[in-house]
């Protein structure tokens, strides 16, 4: 079955760390660019972050440059999130959604719906 999970969501106290990971089945993610997605209660989805297909280019929102990490293990056929320091305002649905695009090229700023594969999100909760 051909298909992205996303896990490692949860719930984090402020200052907190999660690291989440967007794994593929049934295709190989190496001509793929990457991009998460979240979206929180009552709000828009808003992309925060994407990867190039081989680590070349990743780009991150204003809201998360700085917290945020993405990288990608091939071998593992697995893009990761890693969020530090995160917020109260980072509580949301995060999913991830794949792309074949040029080598290195990505994008974050479409509807999740434009591309060619995507999860159903894993839920992260930050909260004391």
């Known amino acids: 079955q051909v298909k992205l999970v996303e896990s490692g969501g949860g719930l984090v106290q402020p200052g907190g760390s999660l690291r989440l990971s967007c794994a593929a089945s049934?295709?190989?993610?190496?001509?793929?660019?990457i991009a998460w997605f979240r979206q929180a209660p009552g709000k828009e989805r808003e992309g925060v972050s994407c990867?190039?297909?081989?680590?070349?280019?990743?780009l991150y929102s204003d809201s998360v440059e700085g917290r945020f990490t993405i990288s990608r293990d091939n071998a593992k056929n697995t893009v990761y999130l890693q969020m530090n320091n995160l917020k109260p305002e980072d509580t949301a649905v995060y999913s991830c959604?794949?792309?074949?695009?040029?080598?290195?090229?990505?994008?974050?700023?479409?509807?999740?719906?434009?591309?060619?594969?995507w999860g159903q999100g894993t839920q992260v909760t930050v909260s004391s």
């Open positions: 990867i190039s297909r081989f680590n070349g280019i990743k």
């Open positions: 049934g295709f190989s993610l190496d001509d793929y660019a």
């Open positions: 959604a794949a792309e074949k695009r040029p080598p290195r090229s990505c994008t974050m700023g479409r509807p999740i719906s434009s591309y060619d594969r």
